[in-house]
C-alpha cells in the first residue's frame, strides 16, 4: 500500500482516482447501453431479457460487478471529499462573476451533478438491481419464449416502473445530469493520466462529446418509450 | 580622498586570471560563520547572493518586491552578449572588449571591461546548465542575434524575454539556496541604511514593508545589488519601484558615486500618450535587426505612414551612418531621433516620435528565404508581405503583441512609433577592481555600480554585467576582504551603531509623517521628472543645469514643507515608501546635474550641447575628461569632485566613429 | 470616460472586508493601473486612504500586478496583465467590481495586495536545476532540439502573478506548478532531479493550501501568459510516474 498511499493523501492521487474509476465506470455504461439498447429491438424484450440473464450467470461479470461497486464507492466519496475540501480553499468567495468566459458550467458543477446521478442512482438500484439480484427466485416473475427458452422477466419489470410519469422524469434528469457529468469527466480523465497532446486531444474530446450524448440518449429514450408503449 | 581603483598588474589579459590565482581564501568552515547581506534580488542580486551560499556563506538576502522573482532584470527583453563566437564570424574576447570601450565612448575601465569579456562565455554556459531555455537552432545549437553597436553576432537571446528566463534561472539557484536553509530571504522589505562599525559596513536597517516595522540586520559585508535610478527622471522604463534609495543611503555613508550623469536614453520606446502616463515602455533593441527607421522627407507631413512612398522617406540612421545604419549605438540612435524630431520631421499626434517600419524586410529579408524555402516561384509581394509576417511573429510576437495592446495599432501593418526614453544608468556608485565601494565591507554591484559601460551601454550588456559581477566576480573578490575578517565575531544588533542607525530612519520617517501638507508625492515626482528629462535629459547645457540645480533645491525645500503622506507608519503603506524614494531622488536629481555641469564635454549618452563637432556628433575631451567623477557626499547636499583617471593602454581612443 | 468603481478594501490580513464605490475620469488610453493612480491621487488629495494595489514592471512581465476584474483576474482580455489593460477594452459609465486575488494560500495584506510567498516555496522545494556556480559544461555541448527548447520556453514564461490560482474554482496551484515541472522535465539539465523534483513541488504545493484539479481549465483560459493546460496533464505524468516509481 506504501506505494499507493498518494492515491488518497496527494490532490494529484486523489485526482487520478476520480479518473481511474471514471473510466471504468465510462467502460461499464457502455455496456449497460448496450444491452439496455436490445429494447428497442421490440421483440417483446426477448434479446434483453436474454442479455440480462447472461450478465446475471455469468462469473466474470458477477466479479466485475463487485469491482465495479468498489469503483462507485470510490468514485462517490473521494468526489465528495475533493468536492467538499476543494471548497474550503477559498474562504472568501468572489462578487464579480465570470459567468462562463473561463470555463463550462458542467466543469465547474461536476459534484452537484454527481450528486443527482447519486440520488438517481439509488432510486434506480431499488428498482432494478435489488430486485433481480436479492428477491426471492422467481420473484420477477418468469417468460417462456417461442423457441422454449425460460427466464426472469427484467423487461415487464421496465415496464411496470415507466408506466409511472414521476419514474419517467426522474430518469430523464438522471440522464441529462449523467450527460453534463460526462461532458466534462471524459475528456478530464485523459487529462489527468496526462494525455493531452494537440493532434490526440481533439479526437478525445470529439469522441467524448459524442459518447456524453449519445449514451445517455438511449438511456433516456427506453422510459420514455416504455411509458408510451411505443416498445412493449 | 584618494581613489584606489586596485587594479592588478600585468596585462590587461592575465589581470583576473592572476588576480584569481593570488586572491586569498576563506576556508570551508570559516565560510559558515561569516555573514554576507544582499540587497536586491535581480541577475546580480541573485545570483551573488545563491553563489556566495553555494560557497558555504550565510546570506541574507532582501528585496521590496513581493518575491524575488519580480525583480526589474525580469524586463529585459533582447538578449546577453557572450564571447562565444559560436557564428564564426571573428568574435572573440577581446572584440567583446574592444566593443564595449568605444560603445562607452571610452569612459569605462579596461581592466574591469576585459574581465567582463572573459566571464561572458561562463555566464551561457551556467545559465544553460540552469535549464534557462535559449533560443535554439534545427541543429539544437544556440542561436544568436546582431545587436546595437557591434558586427558580429554575439546576442544569445530567449525570444523577446531573455531577462525573465536569465533571472528565472538565477531566482531558482537563490530559492534553492533558501530551501536548503542557506539564504534567508526577506521580501517586502526595503533597506533604509548602512551601519557602520569603525568604518566598516556591518550591517543595515531594513524595513518590513508590511508591518512598517524597522530591522537591524548584521552581516560582515553589505552588498548593493540595487539597479539603476532612472526613475529620477519620472517617466523611464524602469519598474515603477525601481530607486535609488539602496544606494543613496550607502553614498551618504560614505561611497562614493561615480559619474552620476551618465544616462542611457533608449531610442525605441513606446511614445507618451498622456499626462496620466506613468511609465514607458520599451521595445526591445532587437527590432533595430529588422526595423527601419524613418521620418517624412517633408516637414509636418500628415499622410498615413503606408500612404508615404519610397522616395519620401528618410531613413536618417541609413543615411547618417551608411556602415551601422539602424544598428547604430543607443545614444546615436536617440540623438539621431531627437534631432530629426526637433527640426520639424516628427510624426504622430505629438509630433515627438520616428517609425520604425518592418515591412520592407519582412518582404526582402523573411518572406524571400520562406518563399524559396517553400518553393514559391514568382511570389508576388503580398504573398511575400505574408510569408515575412510569420517569422516576424515568431521573432518578436510578444513585443508586437505588447505594442499593439498598449497602442491599438497594429504593427504587422503599419509601422510602429517610436521616441528614446530613459532606460538605464551607467552611473552608479564608484567601487574599484573589486566592486567595493569607498567603504569597506560594502560592495555594489550590476547596474547599481558605475563600472563597464563607460557613457553609454550597448545593448544586451546590461544582463551581462548583472550576472558576471553576481556569479563570477564578487565570488572572488570578496574572499579579499572576508579573509580579513574571520577573526570578526557576529556583532549584537543592539551594538549603539545599530541602534543609532535605526533612530536616523526612524527620525526620517516620522518628519516625513508629519509633514501633512497638500501635494501628493507622485506630484513631486512628476515635476522633478520634467526638470531633469528637459534639462539633464538627451541634451543638456551650461544654463539649463544651472536653472535646474535651483529648481531642484526649490522642490525639494516645498518638499519637506507640502508633501502629504497618507495613512500610518505601522501599516502596509505605499504612498510612505514611495516618499523615502521621491527625498532621494530629490537629491540625487541634484548631484546629476552638478555631474553633468562640470564635465565639460560629450561623451557617449552625456551631450552638452556646447561640446559638438560640426555634424552634430558627441565631442569628447579627452585631455580633460577623460575620468571618472566621484562625488563624496558632505554635509547638506554638497558634494566634492574626485577624478579617477583612465588609462587606456591596450585600445587606442579615437573620435568613435559609426559611419 | 466615466467609470464607476467596486473596490475591495481591507485594512490588514485579520480585519474584515467590505467595497467601497468610487467614480473615476479615464482616458480610453490609459492602462487600468493608471487609472487607479488617479484614483489614489485624489483620495490623497481630499484626505482619504488610497488603494494598496501591488504592480512593478507595468509591462505585463515582472508578474505582480494582480487584480480580479469583474470575476477574472487580470480582467476580461485574453493574454494580458492588469497593468497592460487599457481603458479602452471598457465602455462609458461601466461599473467594474474590483478584488483582490481570493484563495486561503495568498491572504490579504491590505486591500487588493496579496502575500504569493507560497510561490516561493514551492520553487524552493524544487523547482531548479541543481548546479553550483562553476559546474557548467560548455553550453553548446548541450544539444537541444529546436521543438523541444521552443516548448520548454513556452512553458518557462509563467510570470508567477498567481491569476490560474485565482481563476480556479479550487485555488488550485497545478498551472503554476505544471509549467515549471514541465519546462525542467524536457530538458536534459533536468534529467537527473526529473522525479524528485516533481514529488517535492507537488507536495509543498499541497502543504501549501492550494486546491486540487478540477480540470476546468479557467486556469489556462486566464493565464496572462497563456501557459496551456498541457502542462498539468505533464505535471500528472510526471507526478504518477515518479510515484510508481516509489519517489
Known sequence: ????????????????????????????????????????????????????????????????????????????????????????????????????????????????????????LVLHLKHFWVVSRFHAPHALGEI????????????????????????????????????????????????????????????????????????????????????????? | MKLDSKIPQGSVDTKWTQYKSSVSLVNPANKRSLHVIVVGTGLAGASAAATLAEMGYKVSAFCFQDSPRRAH????????????????????????????????????????VHRLAEVSTNIIDQCVAQGVPFAREYGGTLSNRSFGGTQVQRTFYAAGQTGQQLLLGAYSAL??????????????????????????????????????????????????????????????TNAMGSNVTAAWKAHRAGALFGNPCFTQIHPTCIPVSGHYQSKLTLMSESLRNDGRIWVPKKKDDNRQPNDIPEDERDYYLERRYPAFGNLVPRDIASRAAKERCDAGYGVGTTKMAVYLDFKYNMINKYGRTEASKRGIQNPSEDVLL?????????????????????????????????????????????????????????????????????????????????????????????????????????ISTDHEAFVEAEKKVSDRINQLMGIQGKRTVESYHRELGKIMWDKCGMARNEKGLKEAIDEIRALREDFYKNVRIPGSVDEFNPELDKAGRVADFLELGELMCWDALNRNESCGGHFREEYQTEEGEALRDDENFKNVFAWEYKENNQWELHKEELNYENIKIQQRSYK | MNINLKVWRQRNQNSEGRFEEYKVQASPDMSFLEMFDVLNEQLIEDGNDPIAFDHDCREGICGMCSMVINGRPHGPKQGVTTCQLHMRSFSEGDTIVVEPWRANAFPVIKDLSVNRGAFDRIIASGGYVSVNTGNAVDANSILIPKEVADEAFEAATCIGCGACVSACKNASAMLFVGAKVTQLSMLPQGQPERQARVVAMVNQMDAEGFGACTNTGACAAECPKQIPLSVIANLNREYYKAKLNGK
Open chain 2, 175 to 236: 530559492e534553492r539556496q533558501v530551501g536548503l536553509g542557506n539564504v534567508t530571504m526577506y521580501s517586502r522589505h526595503e533597506m533604509v541604511e548602512v551601519v557602520k562599525i569603525d568604518g566598516k559596513a556591518r550591517g543595515i536597517i531594513a524595513r518590513d514593508l508590511v508591518s512598517g516595522k524597522l530591522e537591524r540586520h548584521f552581516g560582515h559585508a553589505v552588498l548593493l545589488c540595487t539597479g539603476g535610478y532612472g526613475n529620477v527622471f519620472y517617466l523611464s
Open chain 2, 386 to 490: 505574408e510569408l515575412g509576417k510569420e517569422i516576424a511573429k515568431e521573432k518578436y510576437g510578444n513585443l508586437f503583441d505588447m505594442y499593439k495592446q498598449i497602442t491599438a495599432e497594429d504593427p504587422y501593418e503599419v509601422p510602429m512609433k517610436i521616441y528614446p526614453a530613459v532606460h538605464y544608468t551607467m552611473g552608479g556608485l564608484w567601487v574599484d577592481y573589486e566592486l567595493q565601494t569607498t567603504v569597506p565591507g560594502l560592495y555594489a554591484l550590476g547596474e547599481a555600480n558605475f563600472s563597464d559601460h563607460g557613457a553609454n551601454r550597448l545593448g544586451a550588456s546590461a544582463l551581462m554585467q548583472g550576472l558576471a559581477d553576481g556569479y563570477f566576480i564578487i565570488p572572488y573578490t570578496l574572499g579579499s576582504y572576508l579573509s580579513k575578517e574571520i577573526h570578526t565575531k557576529p
Open chain 2, 73 to 112: 532584470s525580469i524586463a529585459a527583453q533582447g538578449g546577453i552578449n557572450a564571447a562565444k563566437n559560436y557564428q564564426n564570424d571573428g568574435d572573440s574576447v577581446y572584440r567583446l572588449f574592444y566593443d564595449t570601450i568605444k560603445g562607452g565612448d571610452y569612459r569605462a575601465r579596461e581592466a574591469n
Open chain 1, 144 to 232: 417462456t419464449y417461442a423457441n422454449g427458452d425460460t427466464m426472469e422477466n427484467l423487461f415487464l419489470e421496465m415496464a411496470n416502473v415507466f408506466t409511472s410519469p414521476y419514474a419517467v422524469i426522474i430518469y430523464v434528469l438522471g440522464c441529462f445530469s449523467l450527460a453534463y457529468h460526462l461532458l466534462h469527466g471524459f475528456a478530464s480523465a485523459f487529462q489527468t493520466f496526462g494525455i493531452n497532446h494537440k493532434s490526440y486531444t481533439p479526437i478525445i474530446a470529439s469522441v467524448g462529446a459524442a459518447f456524453s450524448i449519445i449514451v445517455p440518449l438511449i438511456f433516456a429514450i427506453i422510459p420514455v418509450v416504455m411509458h408510451f408503449g411505443i416498445i412493449k
Open chain 1, 1 to 120: 500500500m506504501g506505494v499507493l498511499s498518494f492515491l488518497f493523501s496527494s490532490s494529484l492521487g486523489r485526482k487520478l482516482v476520480m479518473a481511474v474509476t471514471g473510466i471504468a465506470l465510462i467502460a461499464f455504461l457502455l455496456v449497460h447501453c448496450l444491452i439496455n439498447a436490445m429494447v428497442l429491438l421490440n421483440d417483446g424484450g426477448q434479446t434483453f431479457n436474454e442479455a440480462a440473464r447472461f450478465m446475471a450467470e455469468n462469473p466474470f461479470i458477477r466479479i466485475s460487478e463487485i469491482l465495479l461497486f468498489v469503483g462507485f464507492l470510490l468514485h462517490i466519496a473521494q468526489g465528495l471529499y475533493l468536492t467538499f475540501d476543494n471548497r474550503k480553499r477559498r474562504a472568501a468567495k468572489y462578487t464579480g462573476n465570470p459567468g462562463n468566459a473561463n470555463s463550462k458550467w458542467y466543469s465547474r458543477s461536476m459534484g452537484f451533478l454527481g450528486t443527482i446521478i447519486l440520488i438517481f
